[in-house]
């Protein structure tokens, strides 16, 4: 893991909230760093952005911890899997839909995913159980896919979506960001490919 090493190395933090409805769906929302006292295209002054932390957390646990797992009870659906899912990520670009935003999409630094899954419901009634449960988190960090690090020269934007999470139904919960990142001067090179990316759709 990449961490602030030198005098040059900034260290950003927020803390976002979101609202997951009666039915665990949270539709693609975002929260917004303001990186304006760092970045200027007429000064050329930009970020380059080395490593983005993320930390779910439920302000209503005694630890704050948030459940992992999104799917609360047995599967009584007979041979249908059911499946929860949870979706972050950090951009320049604001997308419309969270379904849209993959590691090959333009502007995208990260993408984390978390899945759960309930399999199908077997026997009768008391006694029926899920034959299976699954967790699965899938991380897409900076480092991996920018190991240079990302350069920035606008705000960065964190987007949030959920679908099916009951185990946080009616629950308000808080997303943690830390980013780790150091003061480039952007080169009239990387200027261009920022435009030329900004087109791509």
Not at 22 to 34: H, K, P
Not at 83 to 98: D, F, P
Request: glycine share 8%; charged share 15%.
């Amino acid at each position: 893991m990449t961490m602030a090493k030198g005098s040059s190395d900034i260290i950003l933090r927020d803390r976002l909230q979101f609202t997951l409805d009666a039915n665990g769906d949270q539709t693609t929302v975002y929260g917004r760093f303001d990186l304006s006292d760092y970045v200027s295209t007429l000064e050329r002054k930009g970020l380059s952005i080395k490593e983005i932390n993320f930390m779910l957390r439920d302000p209503d646990h005694a630890t704050g911890a948030w459940n992992s797992f999104g799917l609360s009870g047995s599967n009584a659906s007979g041979s249908v899997i059911q499946t929860a899912n949870m979706k972050v990520y950090a951009t320049t670009r604001a997308y419309e839909a969270a379904q849209t935003v993959g590691i090959a999409s333009p502007d995208v630094l990260c993408v984390e995913e978390w899945q759960s899954h309930l399999g199908p419901n077997t026997g009768a009634a008391p006694a029926a159980q899920s034959v299976y449960a699954l967790s699965t988190h899938n991380e897409y960090p900076v480092g991996t896919y920018h190991p240079d690090g990302f350069p920035v020269v606008t705000d960065l934007l964190v987007g949030i979506c959920a679908g099916n999470w009951d185990t946080a139904a009616d629950k308000t919960l808080e997303l943690d960001v830390m980013i780790i990142a150091s003061p480039i001067t952007i080169t009239a090179k990387q200027l261009t490919e920022m435009l030329v990316q900004g087109q791509d759709q």
